[in-house]
T-cell receptor, first 114, second 115 residues
Framework: KAGVTQTPRYLIKTRGQQVTLSCSPISGHRSVSWYQQTPGQGLQFLFEYFSETQRNKGNFPGRFSGRQFSNSRSEMNVSTLELGDSALYLC?????????????FGEGSWLTVV | AQSVTQLGSHVSVSEGALVLLRCNYSSSVPPYLFWYVQYPNQGLQLLLKYTSAATLVKGINGFEAEFKKSETSFHLTKPSAHMSDAAEYFCAVTPDSGGYQKVTFGIGTKLQVIP
């Protein structure tokens, strides 16, 4: 069974640009959530999508957005990139939403903003 | 809000020695608790999950954790450390209710295994 797949794995962007990251959840999983990992802030929740609806959002500016498609695949977008957006972005999926569900993480997308 | 506290951002043990990574949670209601491991340049891998079915939870790679409500703790242990255990370990919690999926992570503990 394939795990959570994230693309691209590595990318370098310039300040002011925008970036789109993609995530394919485990087959049968309908919930997708995104996390940002940085050395200074650790792992922080960005948002969760379930059945194409955003269920919950973390404390991030509006430059961070996401969406989920009918096949449960998800994308997140960061506009007007800042140096501080350099991070590992992790996608996770679970079968359902709700706190008891186990979430499984992808390998992440490493974003460097220069 | 739910939170977890990991004591010790760095832990060093000798190969073959006991591994003990500490995690305390703050909650008036027993939450769902997890331990994840992250190897260099990789994503997070689930080690084990507490769901109130049993206080002693066995995970992969010989790790286990014991839920102690009286101490609000969920420490991770392994009887004998192996070189391949060197990684960063995260304790995490999700709320008992809310109908949504949000994981709150601890700061992580980097485990160094000394040969």
């Amino acid at each position: 069974k394939a795990g959570v797949t994230q693309t691209p794995r590595y990318l370098i962007k310039t300040r002011g640009q925008q970036v789109t990251l993609s995530c394919s959840p485990i087959s049968g999983h309908r919930s997708v959530s995104w996390y940002q990992q940085t050395p200074g802030q650790g792992l922080q929740f960005l948002f969760e999508y379930f059945s194409e609806t955003q269920r919950n959002k973390g404390n991030f500016p509006g430059r961070f957005s996401g969406r989920q498609f009918s096949n449960s695949r998800s994308e997140m977008n960061v506009s007007t990139l800042e140096l501080g957006d350099s991070a590992l972005y992790l996608c996770a999926s679970s079968r359902g939403t709700g706190s008891g569900n186990t979430i499984y993480f992808g390998e992440g997308s490493w974003l460097t903003v220069v | 809000a739910q939170s977890v506290t990991q004591l010790g951002s760095h832990v060093s043990v000798s190969e073959g020695a006991l591994v003990l990574l500490r995690c305390n949670y703050s909650s008036s209601v027993p939450p769902y608790l997890f331990w994840y491991v992250q190897y260099p340049n990789q994503g997070l891998q689930l080690l084990l999950k507490y769901t109130s079915a049993a206080t002693l939870v066995k995970g992969i790679n010989g790790f286990e954790a014991e839920f102690k409500k009286s101490e609000t703790s969920f420490h991770l242990t392994k009887p004998s450390a192996h070189m391949s255990d060197a990684a960063e370990y995260f304790c995490a919690v999700t709320p008992d209710s809310g109908g949504y999926q949000k994981v709150t992570f601890g700061i992580g503990t980097k485990l160094q295994v000394i040969p």
